[in-house]
Every structure is written in structure tokens, then in C-alpha cells.
């Protein structure tokens, strides 16, 4: 007999067309896309840290700014308690005790006069609002002698609101440290959540913080330029994270975002791939069907043939032989049907159409029908069958017929996937609810990875003791559609090389089937 060639499969080179279209078009292309990303978030996260820095020095600025302002009220605020003649006369004396009198602290001031060349701007000033700028600018002049250390100034407006001279002053350094500072940062950053500011002097002596911290934790610091504050330190942090943090912490969560979605393509390229895969392999699984069958047809068909035409011409030696030859023929074209039940009721299954039609059903006798056709053929080729019924089997409900062809499906197998040890068993035993028909055999066994797979359609197991004997891969789908119409499963048991055993699990029938 000629061994048919099984490769009408799809060529192995597509695997690798498939692999080379999966790394060329996708894999390499998101790889190079997470480099980028990751370069990128790394550069962008420099840069974060870099803007964010100089956002907090713009903010101290801001806050610089703010507190010279806040300064200049305060200045104003006492000059005017002292009134205009006190300054213009700028007697320190006068002015302390006109605070006093005003009940401001008396010791605000190191000094405090008004510089006003009245006359030339009440003059001036009547020429209307927008000669105001130029009007300082001349007054500004006029006033010629340049600040001193510490001093500051602010305009003086005149009642009608337009500046009338310069309001010179120098706050005391006990008032700026412990009055000025203090109330300004009590006032605008009392509960303010995010930052947490400090000033100190030159020598890092602290003179007020917002909150108390660890010097090394302030992140930017700046030296003040302004008159009243000048060389005081203002320094700055956030509160619950500190800048390089927040960006690490940014560039954590991108990184963690791109690795997400690499994972997420890395997923959906292998359900692609496997899909495929799955593709392939069925189609290459569908051509070795395909070769298979027609060589499962051809094989008894040639014996059948065979043998009946040396009965028919007579050609047989003895009457024992003729027996046999019948036999064979029997036995060969009882396996054509098999197949081509099996063939036929699948392609019922595959189109929907397949129906079972449910009765009460005596297992025992079921299982003693087939024993029975199959004992003889079986014996004869050296195998030897034992068969245990359980007394008392409760009925099952089930379709005889797709019954018998599951078990006559397990037996061929069993015989089948049998090498030197033929031995098979048949047991049948009820227990919670199922009557379970279990056959078992010493032949090759399945691996724990095939076992799941053996029941999908048109699947062999890998194994070359297996492909050594033909067969079209349908019969485990079929006993398994079977018996999940009947509402049972079936369940295989196996070693490699120890035997099988693959067992039909049927529920009992209930009290009025
Ligand atoms: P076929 O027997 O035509 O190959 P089946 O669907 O009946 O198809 O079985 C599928 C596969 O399961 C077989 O190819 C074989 O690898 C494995 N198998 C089934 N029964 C046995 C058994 N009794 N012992 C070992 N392997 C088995």
C-alpha cells in the first residue's frame, strides 16, 4: 500500500512571510516609536525641571516685588500719621513722637522725610493729568541728591492726587525684621497649601518661614535688591513634592503609560499573530484531512475490492480463508461507515443541522451491542478486551445511535493508538448522578499540552507514533459534540507511553424520560 504524502499544507514559508510582515511592519516600527518617546519624555522631563525652576525664581520675584509694595504702603501709612510739615521738616524726633502720638511703633523709621518742590509742580500740575509722567520725571531731577544705603523712596500725591514730592525713607532693621516680614507673609501666605517660603539674613540667620524646614530643602533661592530688604534671602519650596520629584514622578507615569501601550500592541500584535496562526494551522490542518480521508477511503476500499474479486474468481485455497476474506471485507467496510458517519455528521455539525433525538436509554445494553460487534475483529487482531458493567445502571437519556458512534469512536481509538501492550478495558460505573463508560488502553498516550487540543476539529496530536496511523481528526470533536448535547462531557486521562483512558460521562436520566 502507498503512503499518501500528508503535506497538501499550506507552505512553511508562509510562517516566516507572516513573521517578517509582523517584525518589518509593526513590532520594529512601535519599537522605534517607544524609543523615541522614551528619549523624548526623558528630554521634556530636563526641560520640566529646568521652567519649573525658573517659575519659582519668577515667583520670589513676584514676591519680592509684592513685599516692596506692601513696604511702600506701610511707609505711607506712617508718613501720613506724621503729617507733611513733620517731614518736610524731617526732624527724626518729631517724626517718632508723632508715631507715638498715632500709635504706630515709634521705632519703624531710621528716617523719614519729604522732599517736595511744591511750588514748581502746583504750577506745573494745572496743565491737566497727562503731563503727569514728564512732571516726575522734572521732579525727579530737581530732587538730584541720590538715594543712600537703605533708603527708599515713593511719590507723595498732593490732595488732588497728583505727586507732590518724593516721601524719603529708611525703615529701622529691627522693624523690617521682626514687624515688616513677618506680617506681610502672615497676611498673604497664611494658609497657603503649596509653597513654603523663608527669608533669612545674609548669614542664613532665619528671620521668618512659613512653615519650619530643613535649610537643604529649599529648592530656589534669591537675594532681595529692593532698599528696605536689600541682601535678605528669600527662599522657596513646594510643599509635598519637590521639583526634580514632581518631574520624575511625571516622567514615570508617561514611561509607565508607553509601556502600557506597548504591552497593550505587544498583546493585540500576539492575538493578531496567533489568530493567524490559528488560521494557518487550520488550513494546513484541513489539507492533511483531506489527504487523510482519501486514503482512510482508499485503504479498505482496495482491500474490499481486493477480496471480493478473489472470491469471485474462485481463487481461494480453502474454506477457512474464504471466512476470512469475508471478514476483512466486513470489518473494512464497517470501518468506511464509521468514517463516513463520522464525516457526514460533522459537516452536520458544522452547519447546524445535526439533531439527536433523546430516549430513555439502557446503557448496558448499548455498551454490550458494541462489545459485542466489536469483540470478535478486535481479538482477532490480539487484542485482549475486558468489560465490567456495574449491576443495577440507572437509564440514561440519550440518542442510541450517536451514543453507540462515541463509543465505537473511543474503541477505534484505543485500538488505534495501541502498540505492543493490547489491552483494552471497558468499564461502566454510576456514581453522583452519572453513569460514566470509561475506556482505557496501554497504547501511546497523550501529552498533558495535547489534551485539551485533541478534541478541536481536524487536530492530531504532534506526536509521530500518531501519524504513523491515519485518521481525519474528527472523531474526538464528534464524541465530544455528542456529549455536550447530552448534556455530559468527556474526559481524557493519559501518559505518555502508559496508555489512555478517555471516558463518556453521561447525567442519569430523570424520573419521567
Ligand atoms: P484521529 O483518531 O482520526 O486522529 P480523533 O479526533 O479521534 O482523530 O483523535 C484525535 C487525536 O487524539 C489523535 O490523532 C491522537 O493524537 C489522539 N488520541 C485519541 N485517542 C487516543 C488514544 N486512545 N491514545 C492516544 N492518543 C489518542
Known amino acids: 500500500m502507498r503512503t499518501p504524502t500528508s503535506t497538501l499544507s499550506a507552505p512553511d514559508d508562509a510562517k516566516g512571510r507572516l513573521i517578517s510582515i509582523f517584525v518589518g511592519a509593526v513590532l520594529l516600527p512601535s519599537i522605534a516609536l517607544s524609543y523615541v518617546s522614551v528619549r523624548f519624555t526623558r528630554e521634556l ?113 498732593g490732595s488732588d492726587g497728583h505727586p507732590v514730592g518724593l516721601l524719603r525713607f529708611r525703615f529701622s532693621a529691627g522693624y523690617v525684621h521682626r514687624r515688616l516680614v513677618k506680617e506681610y507673609f502672615e497676611r498673604e501666605f497664611a494658609g497657603l497649601s503649596q509653597l513654603v ?158 439533531e439527536y433525538r433523546l430516549g430513555r436509554t439502557d446503557v448496558a445494553r448499548v455498551v454490550a451491542e458494541v462489545v459485542e460487534a466489536y469483540r470478535f475483529p478486535i481479538e482477532q487482531q490480539g487484542f485482549g478486551l475486558e468489560v465490567e458493567v456495574a449491576a443495577d445502571l440507572p437509564a440514561v437519556s440519550a440518542d442510541q445511535e450517536a451514543l453507540t458512534q462515541a463509543l465505537l469512536n473511543l474503541m477505534n481509538n484505543a485500538v488505534k493508538f495501541s502498540r505492543e501492550e493490547k489491552a483494552i478495558t471497558l468499564r461502566v460505573t454510576t456514581a453522583d448522578g452519572f453513569v460514566r463508560i470509561a475506556v482505557s488502553d496501554k497504547g501511546i498516550g497523550v501529552a498533558k499540552s495535547e489534551q485539551r487540543k485533541i478534541f478541536e476539529k481536524f487536530y492530531r496530536a504532534e506526536d509521530s507514533l500518531v501519524h504513523e496511523t491515519k485518521g481525519s481528526g474528527l472523531g474526538l470533536p464528534l464524541v465530544r459534540h455528542i456529549m455536550d448535547a447530552h448534556g455530559g462531557r468527556v474526559e481524557v486521562e493519559s501518559q505518555p507511553g502508559q496508555g489512555s483512558t478517555f471516558s463518556l460521562v453521561l447525567p442519569v436520566a430523570g424520573g419521567d424520560d
Open 45 to 157: 522631563t530636563e526641560t520640566r525641571i529646568q521652567s519649573d525652576h525658573k517659575r519659582a525664581e519668577r515667583t520670589l520675584y513676584y514676591i519680592e516685588r509684592d513685599l516692596v509694595q506692601s513696604a511702600h504702603a506701610k511707609a505711607l501709612e506712617g508718613a501720613r500719621a506724621v503729617g507733611t510739615e513733620v517731614l518736610l521738616d524731617g526732624r527724626q524726633e518729631a517724626v517718632r513722637e508723632a508715631l507715638e502720638v498715632a500709635r504706630l511703633d515709634p521705632t519703624m523709621f531710621q528716617s523719614l522725610h519729604l522732599e517736595a518742590p511744591s511750588i514748581r509742580i502746583a504750577g506745573k500740575s494745572a496743565g491737566g493729568r497727562n503731563k503727569l509722567p514728564e512732571e516726575v520725571r522734572e521732579l525727579m531731577a530737581a530732587l538730584g541728591s541720590p538715594l543712600q544705603e537703605g533708603e527708599d523712596q515713593v511719590p507723595w500725591l
Open 197 to 354: 517660603l523663608r527669608v533669612s539674613e545674609p548669614d542664613g540667620e532665619l528671620l521668618y518661614e512659613t512653615a519650619p524646614t530643613p535649610s537643604a530643602k529649599f529648592e530656589v533661592e534669591r537675594r532681595m535688591e529692593s532698599a528696605s530688604f536689600r541682601d535678605l534671602r528669600l527662599a522657596l519650596r513646594y510643599k509635598d513634592v519637590s521639583i526634580a520629584g514632581d518631574a520624575r514622578r511625571w516622567q514615570l507615569w508617561t514611561l509607565s503609560l508607553i509601556g502600557l501601550i506597548d504591552l497593550t500592541l505587544g498583546a493585540g500584535l500576539y492575538l493578531v499573530y496567533s489568530n493567524v496562526r490559528r488560521e494557518m494551522r487550520l488550513s494546513r490542518l484541513k489539507s492533511d484531512f483531506v489527504a487523510n480521508v482519501s486514503h482512510e477511503l482508499k485503504t479498505p476500499l482496495a482491500l474490499v475490492r481486493l477480496f471480493a474479486e478473489t472470491l469471485e474468481l474462485g481463487r481461494v485455497p480453502s474454506q477457512e480463508k474464504a471466512a476470512q476474506y469475508y471478514r476483512i471485507i466486513n470489518k473494512e467496510s464497517q470501518r468506511l461507515t464509521q468514517l463516513i458517519d463520522n464525516i457526514l455528521d460533522f459537516s452536520r455539525i458544522e452547519a447546524g443541522r445535526k
